[in-house]
């Protein structure tokens, strides 16, 4: 019941699309109405080619219903039009159906993943190498599963770039008190926003060869790529191109979601994940772990199979749903250089590129007398930080503390999903949030 100096709280802390504001696409959202509610077949309001994929996948269902159980590794159909789309997003890389599971969102098969990876028992505990800062799902999952987690920071000076002599150094330390099993790379980055070159993807796939790692790519943000100059690579074209020495004995996992990307669709819970060069007894045993939660939500494998297999030209939806896509990926490109630029303006604020993803991860200036009452607290630098950003000025943000980040550095991330107008006065109250603080504690 206290007067706030904010008239609402603005929520910067989590990469949520719609309940930032963000439309559905429509086509995605058609299809998965007819799909749970197939009386509407018959109604003219809906487009021949959302009803044609409906018509498909219900009759991939049990019963054509979405409300059947579908098989444990997802509906057959859907999978293969994973592999199809994999195939062209790599210019041709073969993908077999038989290599994809749709998981509950890409945690489920990040999890699932490590719970098989995970084994031994003190020294000979496994190790999962993961980068710092990283998103906190892989420090909970190692944390559950008992595992060590091997932390490799990324070089916030060369815009969050991954450099291997930094993943030796990090796995060198880890055999002395673990196994170093498991190379996890989120790439675009999330928090960090940074997106990997090709070079730089290739020398983390020879390092995981030459030292038998199996590696995880959390590829969810592979649409949103802002920066010129840069592109999405996938690991496992990548993979591929370097030849059969390295294609055919690199263990791989790599994950998407509906979430992310330009739909932002995170309630459905979608998700698939591409398992390479698995021995054939443990992808039984595989199998047998996914059976355990029986399926994933089927009307997320369904609005999963739109993200693979979207309208093409010559179909009825395909102008609306590019105008769509491309409003939302170039609404997004023109908060992250705003985001960018406007932090770089304040003093005691360093923003790198947002190269990718959905977030800012600045790095703040925390003099130490407010470091000194952060203890006081009980608290970390950032946190304290943060926790004083959303009392004045009601704007919600993640201490960077929460990611992981190098001794003596503090951040934030925030999302940049808010609408430009909002985003704009988001970055303004920031601003004069920081200047205040400093005078305050400097």
Not at 194 to 207: A, S
Request: proline share 6%.
């Amino acid at each position: 019941g206290i007067k706030k100096p904010f008239t609402e709280v603005i929520k910067a802390n989590i990469g949520d699309a719609h309940a930032m504001g963000q439309r559905p696409i429509t086509f995605l959202r058609q299809v998965v109405a007819l799909c749970t509610y197939p009386n509407l077949l018959d109604s003219p309001s809906f487009p021949e080619d959302a009803k044609k994929r409906a018509r498909r996948i219900l009759q991939g269902c049990g019963g054509n219903s979405l409300g059947a159980y579908s098989a444990s590794q997802g509906i057959n159909c859907i999978r293969e039009d994973v592999a199809s789309y994999i195939e062209r997003r790599d210019g041709g890389v073969p993908a077999d159906p038989d290599n994809i599971y749709l998981t509950t969102g890409a945690s489920d098969g990040i999890a699932t993943i490590l719970k098989i990876l995970v084994s031994g028992g003190g020294k000979s505990r496994t190790g999962v190498m993961i980068p710092i800062p990283q998103y906190p799902l892989y420090s909970a999952a190692i944390s559950e599963l008992d595992a060590i987690q091997v932390n490799y920071y990324l070089d916030e000076e060369n815009c969050w770039s991954l450099d291997v002599n930094e993943l030796r150094r990090s796995l060198n330390e880890a055999k002395a008190f673990c196994n170093p099993k498991v190379l996890c790379i989120i790439n675009p980055g999330n928090p960090t926003g940074q997106v990997q070159n090709r070079k730089c993807i290739e020398d983390v796939i020879h390092f995981a060869w030459e030292e038998k790692l199996f590696l995880l790519a959390d590829e969810v943000y592979q649409d949103n790529v802002y920066c010129e100059g840069c592109q999405f690579h996938s690991f496992k074209k990548i993979l591929y191109e370097m030849g059969p020495e390295y294609y055919n004995n690199v263990e791989l996992a790599s994950f998407h979601s509906t979430s992310k990307g330009y739909m932002g669709e995170c309630g459905y819970r979608g998700g698939y994940m591409e398992v390479i060069n698995l021995h054939p007894e443990i992808k039984g045993q595989l199998v047998k772990l996914l059976s355990v939660r029986l399926c994933p939500p089927v009307s997320g494998q369904a609005a999963m199979d739109i993200v693979v297999n979207p309208p093409v030209p010559g179909e009825e939806s395909y102008s609306q749903f590019i105008k769509e896509k491309e409003s939302v990926l170039n609404n997004l490109a023109k908060k992250a250089k705003l985001t960018e630029d406007m932090f770089n303006k304040v003093p005691g604020i360093h923003c790198n590129p947002l190269q990718g993803a959905m977030y800012a991860f600045p790095r703040i200036f925390i003099p130490s007398k407010a470091i000194e009452e952060a203890k006081a607290h009980k608290m970390a630098p950032d946190m304290f930080y943060c926790m004083k950003l959303l009392e004045e000025t009601g704007i919600c943000v993640v201490p960077g503390s929460g990611f992981g980040q190098r001794e003596g550095t503090h951040h934030f991330r925030m999302t940049i999903l808010p609408p430009v107008e909002k985003l704009k006065i988001l970055l303004e109250k920031v601003k004069d949030f920081h200047i205040k603080f400093l005078e305050k504690y400097a």
